[in-house]
């Protein structure tokens, strides 16, 4: 994230007087050993948070990648990953070509939920809050001609104090068809932890 927008979450912090909560990995355990698997919120430049919509918090929206060729993706949407391998949710998505044109637009669905590495709470961040990456295979469906395909969906969030090498946007493979591997950096991504299936948070 932008170093303005760490700032703010830094003052956010010594306001909120927020704790630091254990790391959760991809079997729903956290560092420290407690069991229980993990739910999460993931927001993909939309949705709200308890300090307002992710978008107003100083990253910029939708989330954009790059393919090789010039080709951009936005996209956009929400959802739940229920650790180790449930998700749901979807948004939409926006496919221009290198001059700008637009070519496609229209909605993704999470199917399948591929992995989800979480790098834990971020400094001066709500305790909730989480850095991470997690790969989910979706369905695109274009809103004009019946288009549809699947694709990876990577999101990554990385938020202050969290270990560098996480992308803080998006990129998607599409299946048999354009790799929009180039995040365009930052992008207002993030991981809510909701706590563990018996109720009781990490």
């Given at each position: 994230?932008?170093?303005?927008?760490?700032?703010?979450?830094?003052?956010?912090?010594?306001?909120?007087?927020?704790?630091?909560?254990?790391?959760?990995?991809?079997?729903?355990?956290?560092?420290?050993?407690?069991p229980g698997h993990?739910?999460?919120?993931?927001?993909?430049?939309?949705?709200?948070?308890?300090?307002?919509?992710?978008?107003?918090?100083?990253?910029?929206?939708?989330?954009?990648?790059?393919?090789?060729?010039?080709?951009?993706?936005?996209?956009?949407?929400e959802g739940t990953?229920?650790?180790?391998?449930?998700?749901?949710?979807?948004?939409?998505?926006?496919?221009?070509?290198?001059?700008?044109?637009?070519?496609?637009?229209?909605?993704?669905?999470?199917?399948?939920?591929?992995?989800?590495?979480?790098?834990?709470?971020?400094?001066?961040?709500?305790?909730?809050?989480?850095?991470?990456?997690?790969?989910?295979?979706?369905?695109?469906?274009?809103?004009?001609?019946?288009?549809?395909?699947?694709?990876?969906?990577?999101?990554?969030?990385?938020?202050?104090?969290?270990?560098?090498?996480?992308?803080?946007?998006?990129?998607?493979?599409?299946?048999?068809?354009?790799?929009?591997?180039?995040?365009?950096?930052?992008?207002?991504?993030?991981?809510?932890?909701?706590?563990?299936?018996?109720?009781?948070a990490d």
């Amino acid at each position: 994230m932008n170093r303005s927008f760490r700032s703010a979450l830094l003052l956010v912090a010594l306001v909120l007087a927020c704790s630091v909560t254990g790391v959760i990995d991809v079997r729903g355990t956290s560092a420290a050993g407690s069991p229980g698997h993990a739910t999460y919120r993931y927001l993909v430049g939309a949705g709200f948070t308890e300090l307002g919509q992710v978008c107003d918090l100083g990253v910029p929206c939708p989330d954009e990648a790059m393919a090789s060729n010039g080709d951009t993706i936005e996209m956009s949407g929400e959802g739940t990953l229920r650790l180790p391998h449930s998700v749901s949710g979807g948004g939409s998505f926006l496919h221009k070509d290198s001059a700008g044109n637009v070519l496609q637009v229209g909605i993704w669905t999470a199917k399948k939920l591929l992995s989800f590495e979480s790098l834990g709470p971020g400094t001066g961040t709500p305790s909730t809050w989480e850095g991470g990456r997690a790969l989910i295979q979706i369905r695109l469906a274009a809103d004009e001609g019946g288009i549809e395909a699947n694709a990876i969906l990577e999101v990554g969030c990385e938020l202050p104090g969290n270990p560098p090498g996480i992308i803080e946007g998006v990129t998607l493979k599409v299946v048999d068809g354009l790799d929009f591997n180039q995040a365009v950096e930052p992008r207002a991504t993030l991981f809510i932890n909701l706590g563990t299936a018996d109720g009781q948070a990490d």
